[in-house]
């Protein structure tokens, strides 16, 4: 009588033979989030972040399902880079609703006054403390220099690039970041150089109001007016019914936006904004 001898089950690797072969995995996920996101964000913490989730995923692998390893732990690992980010909470609800009731009182009180509010202004036609005016003017900056990167701010979900994104929506998305590119370049002297160093070089208030003559307080009110004219700057070509509408329709103010806006139509076209961004729509390294 013969013995049939049942194949031996193929065992599952170990946790850490998982974790060692999978180690480069973390680190391409993150450099690919990181290539979207502003210089401040720790590359630290989303690493921590990946690197447990890695293990987590090689803890709770069961290789009898048929399922590839590195595709099951790929979506373990970009949940919690996304976690990490919503962390952050850049653009919170409680945030956008704050800017935009800070937003309103300062649109107001320019009106009325005929220049930019003071802070202490703004605590005071708002009822709040100036420190909280602070705290919102700052979180608020934080979710625009996710915009001035080239991406709208918005929940964690928006950072992570879109595999399935179209050529077409690709195209769009370039296009406007080369229409941002433009909008700083042709910003008045004062304004662009407010935007530049606070926002791509990373500088402290105190520094760029020693470097201009100017108070910190003078600092963040060009600030502002920089990143209104932006807004209104880019909206103007990519979606003219959310421009602000001026007070004084014909007047100076309203005639030099005007002028504004057409430069930065002037000072570019397809080709030129497209340059900003390679076939993926992430920047490249533009030289002289």
């Given at each position: 009588m013969?013995l049939?001898?049942a194949?031996?089950?193929?065992?599952?690797p170990?946790?850490?033979e998982?974790?060692?072969?999978?180690?480069?995995?973390v680190?391409?996920?993150?450099?690919e989030?990181?290539?979207?996101?502003?210089?401040?964000?720790?590359r630290?913490?989303?690493?921590?972040?990946?690197m447990?989730?890695?293990?987590?995923?090689?803890?709770?692998f069961?290789?009898?399902?048929?399922?590839p390893?590195?595709?099951?732990?790929?979506?373990?690992?970009?949940?919690?880079l996304?976690?990490?980010l919503?962390?952050?909470?850049w653009a919170?609800r409680?945030?956008?609703?704050?800017?935009?009731?800070l937003?309103?009182?300062?649109?107001q009180?320019t009106?009325?006054?005929?220049?930019?509010?003071?802070?202490?202004e703004?605590?005071?036609?708002?009822g709040?403390?100036?420190d909280?005016?602070?705290?919102?003017?700052?979180?608020?900056?934080?979710?625009?220099?996710?915009?001035?990167?080239g991406?709208?701010?918005?929940t964690?979900?928006?950072?992570?690039?879109?595999?399935t994104?179209?050529?077409?929506?690709?195209?769009?998305?370039?296009?406007?970041?080369g229409?941002?590119?433009?909008a700083?370049?042709?910003?008045?002297?004062?304004?662009?150089r407010?935007?530049?160093?606070?926002?791509?070089?990373?500088?402290?208030?105190?520094?760029?109001?020693s470097?201009?003559?100017?108070?910190e307080?003078?600092?963040?009110q060009l600030r502002?007016?920089?990143?209104?004219?932006?807004?209104?700057?880019?909206n103007?070509h990519?979606?003219?019914?959310?421009?602000?509408?001026?007070d004084r329709?014909?007047?100076?103010?309203?005639?030099?936006?005007?002028?504004y806006?057409?430069?930065?139509?002037a000072?570019?076209?397809l080709?030129?904004?497209?340059?900003?961004?390679?076939?993926?729509?992430?920047?490249?390294?533009?030289?002289a």
């Amino acid at each position: 009588m013969s013995l049939s001898t049942a194949p031996a089950p193929t065992a599952n690797p170990s946790v850490d033979e998982l974790v060692r072969s999978h180690l480069p995995l973390v680190g391409h996920l993150v450099r690919e989030m990181l290539s979207r996101l502003p210089s401040h964000v720790s590359r630290e913490d989303l690493v921590s972040a990946g690197m447990a989730a890695l293990a987590g995923a090689a803890q709770n692998f069961d290789a009898d399902r048929g399922i590839p390893f590195g595709g099951f732990a790929t979506t373990r690992i970009r949940g919690a880079l996304l976690d990490e980010l919503r962390g952050l909470d850049w653009a919170s609800r409680s945030v956008r609703s704050r800017a935009r009731r800070l937003e309103n009182a300062q649109q107001q009180l320019t009106a009325t006054l005929g220049r930019t509010p003071t802070p202490a202004e703004l605590a005071e036609a708002m009822g709040v403390a100036i420190d909280e005016i602070k705290a919102v003017d700052e979180d608020v900056q934080r979710a625009v220099v996710l915009s001035l990167q080239g991406f709208a701010a918005g929940t964690a979900e928006d950072l992570v690039p879109e595999r399935t994104a179209g050529p077409e929506d690709m195209l769009v998305h370039r296009e406007k970041v080369g229409y941002l590119h433009t909008a700083i370049a042709v910003l008045p002297d004062r304004l662009r150089r407010v935007v530049e160093a606070y926002f791509f070089q990373e500088l402290p208030m105190a520094d760029i109001a020693s470097e201009l003559g100017v108070t910190e307080s003078r600092v963040s009110q060009l600030r502002a007016e920089a990143l209104i004219l932006l807004r209104d700057g880019l909206n103007a070509h990519l979606d003219p019914d959310l421009v602000t509408e001026p007070d004084r329709p014909g007047g100076c103010v309203a005639r030099r936006r005007e002028a504004y806006y057409a430069q930065i139509s002037a000072n570019g076209d397809l080709r030129s904004r497209l340059s900003f961004t390679d076939h993926h729509g992430l920047p490249l390294t533009r030289t002289a």
